[in-house]
């Protein structure tokens, strides 16, 4: 299953980020596994500065701006 | 250049509606459609046609480039990235601790954070249609020097004490996925995206602002800013800052306004002192970097930027006025 994680101190983009991927997962059908990082420290190990970012088996996949749906759903399928 | 918005709002607010030039509702409703029309307009063809170049500019690209530079390079870098780079206010934070942990100076770091919410280039070319080229640039000029000289300040009252203990330890990790983009179909999107997500988040104050700027043209009368805002007031100016520290507006949405003072003849030091206090010290802003500065470096940082535009004001009116 796969396992999202999405850095962001809990602004309104982070938490639609998080509400996207969920969404997108339900109407591909997919299992996944959604963890909302909010710790600076831990948001800044993985070198993100602008939040939200998007973290997939502990590799950085985006950061800096909420995804399309269209990307999150390539990652979702990937 | 822009008749065609005076051109509508002629048409809307006389024939359409019926309303009566020279009355203040007459008046009002016209500066109401005009700008409307004139600065959605402008917002989003400038937000999109930055949106195109700007792709490639990220605050961890910014921090690459800024470190390790002398100060002689990294100040005036700071405030120019800042003025053209536009965050998030939740990234502040992330943002400068990341400077920091990147071993830029504290007070470079805050250079980028004054300029930043400040200087904006939908803001300058949206003042330059309202107000024209010379105001604008003279606010690109004063929040340039504003931002270079605050950060010098905080560097040289050595107020690295006052950040918050944590921020020091941070370690940053390395290796995030540079999304490279490149082709022009990915730029497109970019900017469109840049677009939907700025005038989304924005619009609000810019409406807000330009409904207040509405009543200031309409309503209030040419006499009661002669009596208070004059040139010769000396207390206008400080009171324009003060005023604008407590409120906070997106930089384009202040515009409105600042086009409805100057008509009024309000000195152009005077409102720009407004501008910028209500652009670069806001309550959010302070609230958000509360988690990575102690209260009395937010203090320090706002007092220096009470001064500095107090100082602008002053200097403008003196010389231009």
Redesign the interface.
């Known amino acids: 299953m796969k396992h999202f994680k999405v850095l962001?101190?809990?602004?309104k983009?982070?938490a639609t980020t998080a509400d996207l991927i969920a969404d997108q997962a339900k109407a591909l059908g997919v299992e996944v596994e959604i963890e909302k990082v909010t710790d600076?420290?831990a948001?800044?190990?993985?070198?993100?500065?602008?939040?939200p970012?998007v973290v997939v088996d502990e590799?950085?996949?985006?950061?800096?701006?909420?995804p399309?749906a269209t990307v999150v759903q390539g990652w979702i399928s990937a | 250049m822009f008749e065609v918005f005076t051109r509508l709002a002629d048409w809307a607010a006389y024939s359409l509606l019926g309303l009566t030039p020279d009355t203040p509702m007459g008046e009002s409703v016209h500066f109401f459609i005009e700008d409307i029309t004139k600065i959605f307009f402008l917002l989003v063809l400038i937000v999109f046609a930055i949106g195109l170049f700007r792709s490639m500019l990220?605050?961890?690209r910014v921090?690459k480039v800024v470190a390790g530079r002398s100060r002689a390079v990294s100040y005036p870098m700071a405030v120019g990235l800042g003025a053209v780079t536009p965050?998030?206010?939740?990234?502040s934070?992330?943002?400068f601790?990341?400077f920091l942990?990147a071993g830029i100076p504290l007070g470079v770091t805050m250079s980028f954070l004054i300029a930043s919410p400040m200087i904006n280039e939908v803001a300058v070319v949206v003042l330059a249609a309202a107000v024209g080229w010379k105001v604008a640039l003279l606010y690109v000029a004063a929040g340039l020097t504003v931002g270079i000289v605050g950060g010098l300040a905080i560097e040289f009252l050595k107020l690295e004490k006052w950040v918050e203990g944590?921020v020091w330890?941070?370690?940053?990790?390395?290796?995030?996925?540079e999304?490279p983009v490149t082709s022009m179909k990915q730029r497109i999107?970019y900017a469109w995206?840049q677009v939907k997500?700025i005038v989304g988040r924005i619009w609000i104050y810019v409406f807000v602002g330009i409904a207040i700027g509405a009543v200031l043209h309409g309503f209030i009368p040419q006499e009661f800013f002669v009596k208070y805002a004059s040139v010769d007031n000396l207390l206008a100016v400080p009171t324009a800052v003060l005023i604008g520290i407590p409120l906070y507006s997106n930089a384009t949405g202040v515009i409105p306004i600042v086009e409805a003072l100057m008509a009024k003849g309000v000195p152009i030091g005077t409102v720009l002192a407004l501008m910028m206090s209500v652009a670069a010290i806001s309550l959010p802003e302070m609230i958000i970097l509360r988690?990575v500065l102690k209260p009395p470096l937010i203090a320090t940082f706002t007092g220096i930027l009470f001064v500095a535009f107090i100082g602008v004001g002053y200097l403008f009116n003196a010389v231009l006025v």
Request: proline share 4%.
């Open positions: 962001g101190s809990g602004c983009k982070c600076m420290g948001i800044m190990g993985y070198g993100v500065m602008s939040t970012g590799k950085v996949i985006h950061a800096g701006s909420v399309t | 990220t605050p961890e921090r965050f998030c206010s939740c990234s934070v992330p943002l601790i990341g942990e944590y330890k941070i370690r940053m990790g390395e290796g995030v996925a999304e999107d995206g997500e988690k």
